[in-house]
């Protein structure tokens, strides 16, 4: 069965510091893409970044940043300079199924940040 | 995503009664998808549909039915609630045309609460 691990149910980081989620995944898929959205209290799930797993280059989206690690199936989300406004579920999706229409997702970490 | 709507927001309901769930899109994708959200699991398939002929099974099937009315359309139901159907329900989007990675990107609309008394 392909999953999506994240490891970490919440974390907290103080405003203007950086944190990392982890986020792992088990694929038998050779060509893919990965996924973070983040859930504010809203509710609504908003895309952060994407990796497509054949680009070697780490995606990057302002002040948020992948650490992805083909070989080792590790996604990490780094988020620089942390804000109040990231306060939020974070989860780790990447496509499953036939065809990898359907999307897997990780069971969300819940970030904090302090003022 | 504003193109997508889902309605209700917000809906409580007895044991055993029969609910529908609607979503709709502006964005003309063919790929629509219905995900039940608890605490702690994250999201989980339950229906997806590639076009108004095509419907799938999800991963928590047992005890929802779909209906695609159109491309625009697609609506959850839940034949007789139970307590444990209390949850937030997502309705998404994606479209296979887009190049690359973006046709495996879901827009999601902005959720619905249930609760099953």
Known sequence: AQT??????????????????SCTYDTSE?????????????????????????????????RFSVNFQKAAKSFSLKISDSQLGDAAMYFCAYPTGAGSYQLTFGKGTKLSVIP | ?????????????????????????TKGHDRMYWYRQDPGLGLRLIYYSFDVKDINKGEISDGYSVSRQAQAKFSLSLESAIPNQTALYFCATSDPRLAGGMKTRQYFGPGTRLTVT
């Open chain 1, 4 to 21: 999506v691990t994240q490891s970490q149910p919440e974390m907290s980081v103080q405003e203007a510091e950086t944190v990392t989620l």
């Open chain 2, 1 to 25: 995503d504003a193109d997508v709507t889902q309605t209700p927001r917000n809906r409580i309901t007895k044991t055993g009664k029969r609910i529908m769930l609607e979503c709709s899109q």
């Open chain 1, 30 to 62: 050779s060509d893919y893409y990965l996924f973070w959205y983040k859930q504010p209290p809203s509710r609504q799930m908003i895309l952060v970044i994407r990796q497509e797993a054949y680009k070697q280059q780490n995606a990057t989206e302002n």
